[in-house]
Protein backbone atom coordinates (compact mmCIF):
# COMPACT_ATOMS: atom_id res chain seq x y z
CA UNK A 1 0.00 0.00 0.00
CA UNK A 2 3.02 2.14 1.03
CA UNK A 3 4.71 1.72 -2.77
CA UNK A 4 1.15 2.52 -4.18
CA UNK A 5 0.48 5.94 -2.46
CA UNK A 6 4.60 6.79 -3.30
CA UNK A 7 3.70 6.41 -6.92
CA UNK A 8 0.83 9.32 -6.60
CA UNK A 9 2.93 11.36 -5.03
CA UNK A 10 4.06 14.78 -5.54
CA UNK A 11 1.74 14.51 -8.64
CA UNK A 12 -0.80 17.08 -8.96
CA UNK A 13 -4.75 16.68 -10.05
CA UNK A 14 -7.19 19.02 -11.62
CA UNK A 15 -10.76 18.07 -11.45
CA UNK A 16 -13.75 20.24 -12.78
CA UNK A 17 -16.96 19.87 -11.39
CA UNK A 18 -15.53 18.73 -8.25
CA UNK A 19 -18.03 19.99 -5.57
CA UNK A 20 -20.31 17.30 -5.42
CA UNK A 21 -20.73 13.94 -7.15
CA UNK A 22 -18.30 11.53 -8.92
CA UNK A 23 -15.91 14.65 -8.69
CA UNK A 24 -15.95 14.90 -4.92
CA UNK A 25 -15.94 11.29 -5.18
CA UNK A 26 -12.47 11.46 -7.14
CA UNK A 27 -11.13 14.28 -5.53
CA UNK A 28 -11.14 12.37 -1.94
CA UNK A 29 -9.99 8.74 -3.68
CA UNK A 30 -6.55 10.69 -5.06
CA UNK A 31 -6.39 12.30 -2.05
CA UNK A 32 -6.11 9.40 -0.15
CA UNK A 33 -3.21 8.26 -2.57
CA UNK A 34 -1.08 11.51 -1.53
CA UNK A 35 -2.28 13.07 -5.08
CA UNK A 36 -2.89 16.95 -4.48
CA UNK A 37 -6.30 18.43 -5.47
CA UNK A 38 -7.57 21.63 -7.65
CA UNK A 39 -10.79 21.71 -7.73
CA UNK A 40 -13.13 23.79 -10.19
CA UNK A 41 -16.32 23.93 -9.84
CA UNK A 42 -18.95 26.59 -11.13
CA UNK A 43 -20.35 26.76 -7.11
CA UNK A 44 -24.09 27.85 -8.07
CA UNK A 45 -27.28 27.04 -10.07
CA UNK A 46 -27.59 27.79 -12.88
CA UNK A 47 -31.06 28.68 -14.88
CA UNK A 48 -30.98 25.19 -16.92
CA UNK A 49 -31.23 22.60 -16.23
CA UNK A 50 -32.67 24.37 -12.79
CA UNK A 51 -32.13 21.31 -10.53
CA UNK A 52 -29.02 21.85 -7.19
CA UNK A 53 -25.58 21.88 -8.15
CA UNK A 54 -22.38 22.02 -6.06
CA UNK A 55 -21.88 25.09 -4.08
CA UNK A 56 -18.87 27.38 -2.75
CA UNK A 57 -19.90 25.50 0.78
CA UNK A 58 -19.64 21.88 -1.01
CA UNK A 59 -15.73 23.12 -2.56
CA UNK A 60 -15.04 24.59 1.14
CA UNK A 61 -16.54 21.27 3.05
CA UNK A 62 -14.05 19.52 0.32
CA UNK A 63 -11.20 20.79 1.20
CA UNK A 64 -11.59 19.84 5.17
CA UNK A 65 -12.65 16.55 4.13
CA UNK A 66 -8.71 16.40 2.17
CA UNK A 67 -7.50 18.01 5.42
CA UNK A 68 -8.14 15.39 7.47
CA UNK A 69 -6.91 12.96 5.39
CA UNK A 70 -3.11 14.89 5.45
CA UNK A 71 -3.91 16.19 1.81
CA UNK A 72 -3.20 19.83 -0.18
CA UNK A 73 -6.02 21.67 -1.61
CA UNK A 74 -6.87 24.30 -3.70
CA UNK A 75 -10.17 25.52 -5.27
CA UNK A 76 -11.46 27.68 -7.58
CA UNK A 77 -14.93 28.49 -8.29
CA UNK A 78 -15.53 29.52 -11.83
CA UNK A 79 -17.28 28.39 -15.01
CA UNK A 80 -15.76 25.31 -17.98
CA UNK A 81 -17.54 28.10 -20.20
CA UNK A 82 -15.30 30.63 -19.42
CA UNK A 83 -11.99 30.57 -20.88
CA UNK A 84 -10.54 33.43 -18.55
CA UNK A 85 -11.70 31.90 -15.32
CA UNK A 86 -10.57 28.41 -16.59
CA UNK A 87 -6.93 30.24 -17.09
CA UNK A 88 -7.15 32.03 -13.48
CA UNK A 89 -7.70 28.42 -12.12
CA UNK A 90 -4.91 26.57 -14.17
CA UNK A 91 -2.51 29.79 -13.03
CA UNK A 92 -3.65 29.09 -9.23
CA UNK A 93 -2.74 25.99 -9.72
CA UNK A 94 0.57 26.08 -11.10
CA UNK A 95 1.17 28.99 -8.41
CA UNK A 96 0.90 26.11 -5.93
CA UNK A 97 1.73 22.87 -7.38
CA UNK A 98 4.08 23.60 -9.85
CA UNK A 99 2.50 21.61 -12.62
CA UNK A 100 -0.86 19.49 -13.20
CA UNK A 101 -0.47 15.66 -14.39
CA UNK A 102 -4.35 14.30 -14.20
CA UNK A 103 -6.83 16.24 -15.69
CA UNK A 104 -10.26 14.58 -14.50
CA UNK A 105 -12.47 16.68 -17.38
CA UNK A 106 -16.32 15.35 -15.15
CA UNK A 107 -18.32 19.05 -15.11
CA UNK A 108 -21.63 18.36 -17.29
CA UNK A 109 -25.58 19.03 -16.84
CA UNK A 110 -28.11 16.18 -17.74
CA UNK A 111 -32.19 17.11 -18.46
CA UNK A 112 -34.45 15.32 -20.43
CA UNK A 113 -36.14 16.73 -23.56
CA UNK A 114 -37.72 15.86 -27.51
CA UNK A 115 -35.43 17.09 -30.01
CA UNK A 116 -38.04 19.19 -31.45
CA UNK A 117 -38.96 20.46 -27.93
CA UNK A 118 -35.56 21.67 -27.34
CA UNK A 119 -34.61 25.35 -27.65
CA UNK A 120 -31.71 26.58 -28.77
CA UNK A 121 -30.49 28.12 -25.58
CA UNK A 122 -30.84 24.40 -23.70
CA UNK A 123 -28.59 22.64 -26.41
CA UNK A 124 -26.02 25.20 -26.83
CA UNK A 125 -26.21 25.14 -22.79
CA UNK A 126 -25.62 21.46 -22.74
CA UNK A 127 -23.05 20.95 -25.17
CA UNK A 128 -21.01 24.13 -23.79
CA UNK A 129 -20.44 22.46 -20.38
CA UNK A 130 -20.64 18.49 -21.29
CA UNK A 131 -18.18 18.90 -24.44
CA UNK A 132 -16.94 22.93 -25.02
CA UNK A 133 -15.62 23.08 -21.51
CA UNK A 134 -14.02 19.86 -21.81
CA UNK A 135 -11.71 21.32 -24.65
CA UNK A 136 -11.73 24.45 -23.01
CA UNK A 137 -10.18 22.96 -20.03
CA UNK A 138 -7.87 20.43 -21.86
CA UNK A 139 -6.18 23.88 -23.91
CA UNK A 140 -4.94 25.22 -21.08
CA UNK A 141 -3.45 22.33 -18.91
CA UNK A 142 -2.38 20.27 -22.17
CA UNK A 143 0.36 22.79 -22.65
CA UNK A 144 1.96 22.05 -18.93
CA UNK A 145 1.76 18.11 -20.10
CA UNK A 146 3.81 18.55 -22.53
CA UNK A 147 6.02 20.78 -21.11
CA UNK A 148 6.41 17.88 -18.64
CA UNK A 149 6.51 15.11 -21.07
CA UNK A 150 3.92 13.45 -19.04
CA UNK A 151 -0.11 13.12 -17.67
CA UNK A 152 -3.19 11.39 -17.74
CA UNK A 153 -6.36 13.15 -19.19
CA UNK A 154 -9.98 11.32 -17.93
CA UNK A 155 -12.70 12.66 -20.49
CA UNK A 156 -16.06 11.60 -18.03
CA UNK A 157 -18.13 9.89 -20.78
CA UNK A 158 -21.15 8.36 -20.04
CA UNK A 159 -22.89 5.21 -21.73
CA UNK A 160 -24.85 8.05 -23.76
CA UNK A 161 -21.86 8.18 -25.17
CA UNK A 162 -21.83 4.93 -26.79
CA UNK A 163 -25.59 4.66 -27.60
CA UNK A 164 -28.87 6.84 -28.16
CA UNK A 165 -30.89 7.77 -25.73
CA UNK A 166 -34.30 8.33 -25.25
CA UNK A 167 -35.39 12.19 -24.82
CA UNK A 168 -31.64 13.39 -24.11
CA UNK A 169 -30.28 13.64 -27.68
CA UNK A 170 -28.55 17.08 -26.58
CA UNK A 171 -26.93 15.01 -23.56
CA UNK A 172 -25.78 11.99 -25.93
CA UNK A 173 -24.32 14.20 -28.20
CA UNK A 174 -22.22 15.68 -26.11
CA UNK A 175 -21.15 12.67 -24.71
CA UNK A 176 -20.42 11.27 -27.93
CA UNK A 177 -18.40 14.06 -28.60
CA UNK A 178 -16.39 13.00 -25.23
CA UNK A 179 -15.44 9.96 -27.08
CA UNK A 180 -14.61 11.20 -30.11
CA UNK A 181 -12.31 14.10 -28.38
CA UNK A 182 -10.66 11.10 -26.11
CA UNK A 183 -9.75 9.00 -29.49
CA UNK A 184 -8.45 11.69 -31.32
CA UNK A 185 -6.25 13.49 -28.51
CA UNK A 186 -4.99 10.09 -27.83
CA UNK A 187 -3.54 10.72 -30.75
CA UNK A 188 -2.38 13.99 -30.54
CA UNK A 189 -0.85 13.38 -27.21
CA UNK A 190 1.10 9.75 -27.22
CA UNK A 191 4.52 11.48 -28.60
CA UNK A 192 4.32 13.67 -25.43
CA UNK A 193 3.76 10.62 -23.23
CA UNK A 194 0.32 11.96 -22.37
CA UNK A 195 -2.47 9.31 -22.51
CA UNK A 196 -6.22 10.14 -22.82
CA UNK A 197 -9.12 7.93 -21.41
CA UNK A 198 -12.99 8.24 -21.54
CA UNK A 199 -15.20 6.41 -18.86
CA UNK A 200 -18.55 5.67 -19.27
CA UNK A 201 -20.54 4.39 -16.84
CA UNK A 202 -24.52 3.81 -16.44
CA UNK A 203 -26.66 5.64 -13.84
CA UNK A 204 -24.72 7.13 -10.68
CA UNK A 205 -25.86 7.76 -7.42
CA UNK A 206 -25.67 11.45 -7.21
CA UNK A 207 -27.12 15.10 -6.82
CA UNK A 208 -27.42 14.84 -10.42
CA UNK A 209 -29.52 11.98 -10.76
CA UNK A 210 -31.57 13.62 -8.06
CA UNK A 211 -31.79 16.31 -9.70
CA UNK A 212 -33.36 14.78 -12.96
CA UNK A 213 -35.88 13.29 -10.92
CA UNK A 214 -37.20 16.09 -9.02
CA UNK A 215 -37.42 17.83 -12.95
CA UNK A 216 -39.85 14.54 -13.50
CA UNK A 217 -41.72 14.16 -10.65
CA UNK A 218 -40.22 10.75 -9.82
CA UNK A 219 -38.07 9.06 -6.89
CA UNK A 220 -34.22 9.05 -7.86
CA UNK A 221 -34.74 5.01 -7.97
CA UNK A 222 -37.33 5.55 -10.39
CA UNK A 223 -35.26 7.68 -12.68
CA UNK A 224 -32.11 5.35 -12.44
CA UNK A 225 -34.35 2.05 -13.06
CA UNK A 226 -36.00 4.03 -16.05
CA UNK A 227 -32.70 5.22 -17.83
CA UNK A 228 -30.26 2.31 -17.05
CA UNK A 229 -32.04 -1.23 -17.15
CA UNK A 230 -28.46 -2.87 -15.73
CA UNK A 231 -27.65 -6.57 -15.67
CA UNK A 232 -26.11 -6.94 -12.12
CA UNK A 233 -29.46 -6.17 -10.16
CA UNK A 234 -28.61 -2.63 -9.15
CA UNK A 235 -30.26 0.47 -9.95
CA UNK A 236 -26.85 2.57 -9.74
CA UNK A 237 -23.16 3.11 -9.57
CA UNK A 238 -21.71 4.55 -6.28
CA UNK A 239 -19.60 7.72 -7.41
CA UNK A 240 -16.86 5.94 -5.31
CA UNK A 241 -16.83 2.89 -8.78
CA UNK A 242 -16.46 6.22 -10.49
CA UNK A 243 -13.64 7.38 -8.43
CA UNK A 244 -11.92 3.92 -8.25
CA UNK A 245 -12.22 3.72 -11.94
CA UNK A 246 -10.60 7.05 -12.46
CA UNK A 247 -7.58 6.33 -9.63
CA UNK A 248 -6.96 2.81 -11.63
CA UNK A 249 -6.42 4.31 -15.47
CA UNK A 250 -4.17 7.56 -13.70
CA UNK A 251 -1.79 4.90 -11.91
CA UNK A 252 0.91 3.76 -13.53
CA UNK A 253 -0.60 0.26 -13.34
CA UNK A 254 -2.58 1.37 -16.54
CA UNK A 255 0.68 3.08 -18.57
CA UNK A 256 -0.30 0.83 -21.39
CA UNK A 257 -4.46 2.49 -22.06
CA UNK A 258 -4.59 5.30 -24.18
CA UNK A 259 -7.45 6.52 -26.68
CA UNK A 260 -9.88 3.41 -25.02
CA UNK A 261 -13.24 3.61 -23.42
CA UNK A 262 -13.68 2.53 -20.34
CA UNK A 263 -17.10 1.13 -19.34
CA UNK A 264 -18.49 0.88 -15.65
CA UNK A 265 -22.07 0.09 -17.06
CA UNK A 266 -23.08 -2.89 -14.56
CA UNK A 267 -23.98 -4.54 -18.07
CA UNK A 268 -26.17 -2.29 -19.40
CA UNK A 269 -24.70 -2.36 -22.97
CA UNK A 270 -24.10 -5.92 -23.35
CA UNK A 271 -28.51 -5.78 -23.99
Not at 73 to 98: C, L, S
Not at 142 to 167: D, F, H, T, Y
Amino acid sequence: MGEIKEAFRNKTAFITGAAHGQGRATALALAKKGVRIAAFDLGKKISYPGYKLGTVEDLESLGAEISKLGGEYIYTAGDVRNDDDIRKAVHKTVQHFGQVDILFNNAGICAYGQAQDLSEEEWDTMLDINLKGAWLTARRIIPLMIEKKQGVIINNSSIAGLRGMNRLSHYAASKWGLTGLTKSWAIELAPHNIRVLSIHPTGVNTPMNDGLAELEGLTPKQVAERSAGNLIDVPWIEAEDVANAVVFLVSAEARFLTGSQFVLDAGLLTR
